[in-house]
């Protein structure tokens, strides 16, 4: 499961049949929840409206809450570890509750608007 760096990991966010997003996970930013993440994928789940700013997907993740921040921009990837989710940023927010950085979609954020409450999606470790 490389993702080509040791450093950064390359997964894919996808929902079926609508759209693919690459998104990059930044080992320097949380190094033991991004390798719990890597050992867990590939990581399924169901889609959650984030207010007006984005999307989460919870997980079976388990996580303390080292490094947390409540701002975050466009196409930011965030993990909440309270409800073990992987938050996902379509524009530029403030949130009420710590979450820990991890990373960032590296096209079309905006592919986001598209996701529906329930839509089931899949994280996966880009492979090749």
């Given at each position: 499961?490389?993702?080509?760096?040791?450093?950064?990991?390359?997964?894919?966010?996808?929902?079926?049949?609508?759209?693919?997003?690459?998104?990059?996970?930044?080992?320097?930013?949380?190094?033991?929840?991004?390798?719990?993440?890597t050992r867990s994928l590939p990581v399924t789940g169901?889609?959650?409206?984030?207010?007006?700013?984005?999307?989460?997907?919870?997980?079976?993740?388990?996580?303390g809450g080292d490094r947390t921040r409540k701002e975050?921009?466009?196409?930011?990837?965030?993990?909440?570890?309270?409800?073990?989710?992987?938050?996902?940023?379509?524009?530029?927010?403030?949130?009420?509750?710590?979450?820990?950085?991890?990373?960032?979609?590296?096209?079309?954020?905006?592919?986001?608007?598209?996701?529906?409450?329930?839509?089931?999606?899949?994280?996966?470790?880009?492979?090749?």
């Amino acid at each position: 499961m490389d993702g080509g760096s040791v450093s950064k990991l390359e997964v894919i966010f996808e929902i079926s049949g609508k759209f693919k997003i690459r998104c990059e996970l930044k080992r320097h930013l949380s190094p033991s929840l991004i390798g719990m993440i890597t050992r867990s994928l590939p990581v399924t789940g169901t889609i959650h409206i984030l207010g007006t700013s984005g999307v989460y997907v919870e997980s079976h993740i388990e996580s303390g809450g080292d490094r947390t921040r409540k701002e975050f921009k466009k196409g930011e990837i965030a993990f909440l570890s309270v409800g073990h989710a992987f938050c996902f940023f379509y524009k530029d927010t403030k949130v009420g509750k710590g979450l820990i950085p991890i990373g960032k979609m590296l096209e079309n954020s905006e592919e986001l608007l598209k996701a529906n409450s329930g839509d089931e999606v899949s994280i996966y470790c880009v492979t090749g």
